[in-house]
């Protein structure tokens, strides 16, 4: 997303940047919707950070059962580098406060593209999180928050 946003940010100081309406496919990307779907937003966000092409687990609320059985690690305990799942939605987790708060790169969040800091406990029923990195310890002090 960076890279996206620096070469459009010197497109419009160099005036060459124009706007079309056009859907975004990204190579690879099993999902439709661009940055006004939850799936692909997150699909596309763990392959430009990670390079890694997750495969195709359906609707956000099936992304943790998915991933699990396809042996990726998941948990309660929120952590840079995972992917938070809802029973509906779906976001890139890109660091947390260790307690309470994480901050997420998401798309289909009141119809586009976020990013923030916010308590994902109050942001409807959170699944758990997929882990793409190192796996958080059960007992850190955030693991009581969560579950």
Not at 36 to 57: F, H, K, M, R
Request: aromatic letters at 12%; charged letters at 10%.
């Amino acid at each position: 997303m960076r890279k996206i946003l620096t070469a459009v940010t010197g497109m419009i100081l160099a005036g060459t940047l124009t706007i079309s309406p056009l859907t975004i496919h990204a190579e690879g990307n099993p999902y439709g919707g661009g940055w006004n779907n939850c799936t692909w937003s997150a699909w596309q966000l763990v392959s430009e950070t990670d390079g890694i092409q997750l495969p195709q687990w359906g609707n956000a609320g099936s992304w943790l059962t998915a991933a699990a059985n396809a042996g990726y690690a998941t948990g309660s305990v929120p952590a840079a580098n995972s992917i938070a799942v809802w029973s509906h939605h779906v976001a890139f987790v890109t660091d947390t406060d260790g307690i309470d708060q994480i901050y997420t790169e998401e798309g289909g969040f009141n119809g586009g593209y976020y990013e923030g800091w916010f308590s994902a406990t109050g942001r409807g029923r959170l699944c758990g999180f997929i882990y793409l990195g190192d796996v958080p310890s059960a007992d850190s002090a955030a693991a009581e928050t969560w579950q």
